[in-house]
T-cell receptor, first 112, second 113 residues
Framework: QKEVEQNSGPLSVPEGAIASLNCTYS??????FFWYRQYSGKSPELIMS??SNGDKEDGRFTAQLNKASQYVSLLIRDSQPSDSATYLC????????????WGAGTKLIIKP | EAGVAQSPRYKIIEKRQSVAFWCNPI?????LYWYQQILGQGPKLLIQ????????DSQLPKDRFSAERLKGVDSTLKIQPAKLEDSAVYLC???????????FGPGTRLTVT
């Protein structure tokens, strides 16, 4: 069964520090990877997509993809209390050209 | 650019009743998704449309759930009859194409009593 695994947390990080969120996936053929942020009671909001090995930066966010080790991570620099949310990882199934598998999310708490 | 619209935002019904949710995707987005999200879990895909055709409905409980996307734009998801375990948030999302970034609507919180 295709799986996406995330540590449920909560992950507690001091304000101003770097928050590191990790996601592992089981399907070696996966090609598309997404990070979403979900505030309590709200719908998921796209943060970043990544398709190639390496790093992709957007403002304070950096996504890192390592297909050989089958993990994708999200780094948040200069963490702010407003970053406190649940972060969801979604990965496509390699043998399908359309289906995403979602992790259960990691709850991040930024402490002032 | 307007986002994904959903209605209603909240719905409370009794078990065995029926309910319908409506979704209007972002203009130009050919792919539309309905998800069910239970508290503490990631979204679970119920059905995916490409234009007005069904791409994947493998996790849709077809004995009680139905969905349609007429004219390849708006979509409706129906539950009949509802069960207690259907209490969840129902999310609609759209994307420009398959495996492209998905954008979510605000969701509908359903409570079945």
């Amino acid at each position: 069964q295709k799986e996406v695994e995330q540590n449920s947390g909560p992950l507690s990080v001091p304000e101003g520090a770097i928050a590191s969120l990790n996601c592992t996936y089981s399907d070696r053929g996966s090609q598309s990877f997404f990070w979403y942020r979900q505030y309590s009671g709200k719908s998921p909001e796209l943060i970043m997509s990544i398709y190639s090995n390496g790093d992709k930066e957007d403002g304070r966010f950096t996504a890192q993809l390592n297909k050989a080790s089958q993990y994708v991570s999200l780094l948040i620099r200069d963490s702010q209390p407003s970053d406190s949310a649940t972060y969801l990882c979604a990965v496509n199934i390699g043998d399908s050209n359309y289906q995403l598998i979602w992790g259960a999310g990691t709850k991040l708490i930024i402490k002032p | 650019e307007a986002g994904v619209a959903q209605s209603p935002r909240y719905k409370i019904i009794e078990k065995r009743q029926s309910v319908a949710f409506w979704c209007n995707p972002i203009s130009g987005h050919a792919t539309l998704y309905w998800y069910q999200q239970i508290l503490g879990q990631g979204p679970k895909l119920l059905i995916q449309f490409q234009n007005n055709g069904v791409v994947d409905d493998s996790q849709l409980p077809k004995d009680r759930f139905s969905a349609e996307r007429l004219k390849g734009v708006d979509s409706t998801l129906k539950i009949q009859p509802a069960k207690l375990e259907d209490s969840a948030v129902y999310l609609c999302a759209s994307s420009f194409g398959v495996l492209r970034e998905q954008y979510f609507g605000p969701g509908t919180r359903l409570t079945v009593t």
